[in-house]
C-alpha cells in the first residue's frame, strides 16, 4: 500500500520536471524549469526564464537571448547539452557550462558562460563559434590552452573555461572566433551611410 503513495510523492518531481513553463517554446521571466527536453527540430527561445538543465537533440534550436540572474537553483542556467546536429545561439544571460557533441553548433555572442565542454569525434563537425571584438586572447594553464577571454560585441568582457576530456582532442580545436566591430565603430559606419545618402 505504501509503495504507491512512495513513488507518487520522489518520482512526480523528477517524471514531470520537464514538462512546465517551456512547454510553449519559451521559457520567460519567473519561469523556471529543472529539466527541459528540445528535440524532433523543435526551438526554444529563452526570454528571462531559466532552468537548471536544458537538453536539445535531434536537430533542434535553442536561443538563449537573456536569462533570469543571479545563477541559482531557481535563475539562470545551470548546463545546456547539445546533441544530435542541435544548434545554439546563446545572445546574453549566464550559464555555468554549454556541452557540446554529435555535430552540434554553438554560436556565442554575450553573456556570462563560465565552460565549454566538447566531445568531437574525428567523424563530427561540433563547431563553437565565439563573435567577440578585436583583442582576444586564449587562457593558458601548464602551457596548454585551457579557456579564452575577451569583449562581446557590445563591450562586455568574458572569460571561459575549456574543459578538456580524454580521449577528445583539446575543445580549443574546434573554438572558432569571429571578429566583430565595437559599438562605437558600428555608430561611426551608420552615420557614414546617413550622410552619404544626404549628399546624394
Known amino acids: 500500500r505504501f509503495v504507491p503513495y512512495i513513488l507518487c510523492v520522489f518520482c512526480v518531481p523528477v517524471c514531470f520536471g520537464g514538462l512546465g513553463d517551456a512547454d510553449d517554446g519559451y521559457l520567460t521571466a519567473g519561469e523556471y524549469d529543472y529539466a527541459v527536453q528540445v528535440e524532433n527540430s523543435d526551438q526554444l527561445i529563452v526570454m528571462g526564464g531559466g532552468a537548471d538543465r536544458i537538453t536539445a537533440e535531434d536537430t533542434s534550436k535553442i536561443i538563449v537571448e537573456y536569462t533570469s540572474t543571479p545563477l541559482s537553483h531557481n535563475t539562470g542556467i ?4 547539445l546533441h544530435d ?8 544571460g549566464i550559464t555555468e557550462e554549454i556541452t557540446l557533441k554529435y ?17 568531437r569525434r574525428p567523424v563530427d563537425s561540433t563547431l563553437v563559434t565565439i563573435y567577440c571584438q578585436e583583442g582576444w586572447s586564449w587562457l593558458y594553464n601548464a602551457a596548454e590552452i585551457s579557456g579564452i577571454t575577451g569583449l562581446w560585441g557590445d563591450g562586455d568582457r568574458f572569460e571561459i573555461q575549456f574543459v578538456d576530456v580524454d580521449p577528445f582532442p583539446a575543445a580549443w580545436n574546434y573554438v572558432n572566433v569571429e571578429i566583430v566591430p ?8 551608420g552615420l557614414g551611410g546617413l550622410l552619404l545618402r544626404r549628399k546624394r
Not at 546536429?85 to 546574453?92: I, P, Q
Not at 555535430?103 to 566531445?119: E, Q, S, V, Y
Open 78 to 81: 545551470y548546463d545546456i547539452m
Open 85 to 92: 546536429s542541435s544548434e545554439l545561439h546563446y545572445l546574453g
Open 103 to 119: 555535430d552540434a553548433t554553438a554560436h556565442l555572442k554575450g553573456g556570462r558562460i563560465d565552460a565549454i565542454t566538447l566531445f
Open 182 to 189: 565595437e559599438p562605437a565603430t558600428m555608430a561611426l559606419l
